[in-house]
């Protein structure tokens, strides 16, 4: 929880007005995220204020709701003042009618009175928090698994084409949120030793966090099993011959999430077969940085990273026949098994809890259900002002190596023999965060080593202190 209040009340003001504006008609009712308890009541997990609540109203406390009543042009939050009960615990502090003035909004009311306000046709996101849809439920008066299909896509609708366009503002915040996490990569890639174990590794990457008072934006995964796609287990301990793969991700201030993956040798320098798909990612990665422009459906840039890939693995024997067919016949998710990236902002997985289907995908551009593409987060035509992710890898999974040679698949465009004897390699991902604009994708932050020979020269500072 960050307490104060990220912009001037005029960006609070403008943006809901936008909202009205392009919503047209109607009442829209958005609920701020309360306190969830983890174990007993008055122990809660780190408080995480709903974004589209933070979006449209800055506030980040627990337990706030509002209305915005397009028909009448008014916005009311709905929440409790802090009685002398909650002060011995909080100490004190601004009141809820302070901090709606500095968002722009007059009125408040008790929480108790939004029943009041709730009607039928009120409009209101996809609930992702059960707290939430017990409320609606209760709000609503319809049955608790019956409330998310009552979600009103218009709304869905008019938030994500506001949302995803990101402003000079946000812009701002999200350079910030990826500079602090680049401090946090280089911090990790100059500490990182044989015999160190991965949760050191973490300990050095939250040190980071807390000394700029921010948070990270999802729990990192730090690894030398980067072939494990979720992993986050950290007891792993660094051994010489290992890759090290770290996905991690600081917050601004503002809440702006970043989200960076840089995969390295433990030793300073790669091993010849660390070198050559290391590479072959890196060409994948600046590739599609190149093709990723506004009008450019991210599908595409996606198949065009995959191509890369697997034309490197044709150099290198591991793959064979015609890149395009590979590809055409999903060959290439052997290696490359999950999206090409997703869309950044208030969220790592920006605004991912409305729906993939509204957020990355449009009516025409439909996601694909089959392996390889069904965690492609985003397919649609990028724009200018999108923020973005571009992580492609290669991931060697003994594990599904063996089950498609047992089902004889790919076998015109996989070398199995030859890769038999890489099955213990690992995993290699590389990803960055951009925004689109009319000249291209846009690297946001300062630019954090990518490249082998950079990369080698910060891993032997590793070893020379
Ligand atoms: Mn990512």
Redesign the pocket.
């Known amino acids: 929880m960050g307490g104060s209040i990220a912009f001037d009340r005029e960006v609070y003001i403008k943006r809901r007005n936008v909202l009205k504006k392009n919503f047209g008609k109607g009442k829209i009712l958005l609920l701020g995220n309360v306190n969830s308890s983890m174990n007993f009541k008055d122990n809660h997990y780190p408080f995480k204020q709903d974004s589209t609540f933070l979006y449209y109203f800055g506030i980040d406390q627990p337990g706030l709701m509002a209305i915005i009543d397009v028909d009448k042009d008014r916005e009311i939050i709905f929440g409790d003042e802090l009685s002398i009960d909650d002060i011995i615990w909080t100490g004190p502090l601004p009141t809820l009618q302070s901090l709606a003035e500095q968002v722009g909004v007059q009125k408040v009311k008790s929480t108790s009175t939004i029943i009041k306000y709730v009607g039928d046709g009120i409009h209101f996101l996809p609930p992702y928090r059960p707290e939430h849809s017990i409320l609606l439920s209760r709000l609503l008066g319809k049955k608790l698994h019956k409330v998310t299909k009552r979600a009103s896509v218009k709304l869905i609708m008019a938030i994500s084409q506001q949302r995803e366009i990101k402003s000079e503002e946000e812009i701002v915040e999200l350079n910030k949120a990826v500079t602090i996490t680049n401090k946090m990569h280089l911090t990790v890639m100059e500490s990182a030793r044989i015999g160190m174990h991965e949760h050191e590794l973490v300990g050095i990457a939250e040190k980071v966090a807390r000394d700029h008072n921010v948070s990270l934006s999802f729990p990192p995964i730090m690894t030398t099993q980067g072939e494990v796609l979720h992993n986050h287990y950290y007891g792993n301990t660094l051994k010489p011959g290992d890759l090290l793969l770290f996905?991690g991700g600081c917050e601004s201030i503002s809440q702006y999430a970043g989200?960076i993956t840089r995969t390295y040798p433990v030793d300073s320098v790669f091993s010849d077969r660390q070198r050559a798909l290391y590479e072959i990612v890196y060409d994948a990665h600046q590739l599609a940085e190149s093709v990723a422009n506004p009008g450019t459906k991210f599908l595409d840039v996606h198949n065009a990273a995959a191509a890369k890939i697997v034309e490197g693995l044709i150099d290198i024997g591991l793959m064979k026949g015609d890149p395009e067919e590979a590809i055409i016949n999903g060959a290439h998710t052997m290696f490359f098994q999950c999206g090409l990236?997703?869309m950044l902002g208030l969220d790592?997985h920006d605004m991912e809890n409305f729906g993939e289907e509204y957020i990355g995908y449009t009516k025409d551009i439909i996601k694909r259900s089959d392996f390889g593409y069904k965690s492609l987060r985003l397919g649609k035509e990028l724009k200018e002002g999108f923020v973005i992710?571009i992580?492609p890898g290669i991931y060697i999974i003994p594990e599904l190596i063996d089950m498609r040679r047992e089902q004889r698949m790919y076998l015109d465009y996989i070398n199995y023999d030859e890769l038999d004897k890489w099955r213990n390699f690992g995993g290699i991902r590389l990803?960055d965060d951009f925004v689109i604009t009319s000249n291209g994708a846009q690297l946001l932050g300062d630019d954090l080593p990518r490249m082998i020979s950079e990369v080698e020269n910060i891993r032997s500072k590793a070893y020379s202190q």
């Open positions: 996905d989200d990236g997703h790592v992710t992580e990803e």
